[in-house]
């Protein structure tokens, strides 16, 4: 039950959309690229799974971790690849970054890295910390009926869901109790004044 009561404590905890706005967005121009998923590159299964970084930070994007990859989507698996911001939900102005390769979706919010492979498995499944200051979690991962799914410790109960809209245009994306509905961001938000900043503070 220790697995249930943490996932517990951070979905039920209360969000600050305040924070989340005021983080930036990814600044690589990459990360809001949809390359075709043509078969070149190497097999996904050859990438290491990858997790979060000792020195990982909100104000810092990982950098991508399937780029080598460019395997077709496993059969059944939607295409929920790009940047995502909330919209409309408990976790308003929050942003993620969705992978995808294979069987495999890496999702990336700043430092915080939760790579896996959708078999359902702990083994191939996310292995890391639930937030920035959170605990370890171990969860594993499927795509059930164009549906992906995160079981902490492997249980039966789904905690965290993503699909698309009808339309294709939204990922709709449950977290615990809270129902979120995100749109994609397709370039640098220049408009968004951490992000600015952000790409600024990179330039020489």
Not at 161 to 170: A, C, F, N, P, V
């Amino acid at each position: 039950m220790g697995v249930l009561r943490t996932a517990a404590k951070t979905f039920l905890a209360k969000p600050d959309s305040s924070v989340y706005e005021a983080l930036p967005r990814p600044t690589d121009p990459g990360d809001y690229e949809l390359p075709e998923l043509d078969g070149s590159g190497v097999p996904v299964c050859e990438i290491p799974l990858d997790g979060t970084k000792d020195d990982a930070s909100p104000e810092v994007w990982a950098p991508r971790t399937l780029t080598a990859s460019r395997e077709p989507l496993a059969l059944g698996f939607p295409d929920l690849r790009g940047v995502w911001e909330v919209y409309e939900g408990r976790m308003t102005g929050s942003v993620h970054r969705i992978e995808q390769a294979g069987d495999r979706i890496t999702i990336t919010v700043g430092g915080l890295v939760h790579d896996m492979v959708c078999d359902g498995t702990l083994e191939n499944g996310v292995d890391d910390i639930g937030g920035f200051s959170g605990s370890r979690i171990r969860v594993a991962a499927t795509m059930e009926d164009g549906v992906h799914k995160l079981r902490p410790g492997g249980k039966r109960i789904v905690a965290v869901t993503r699909r698309l809209s009808d339309d294709g245009t939204e990922l709709l994306w449950r977290y615990g109790p809270g129902r979120n509905r995100c749109r994609r961001l397709t370039e640098i938000p220049l408009d968004h004044a951490p992000t600015k900043a952000a790409l600024e503070a990179l330039s020489p």
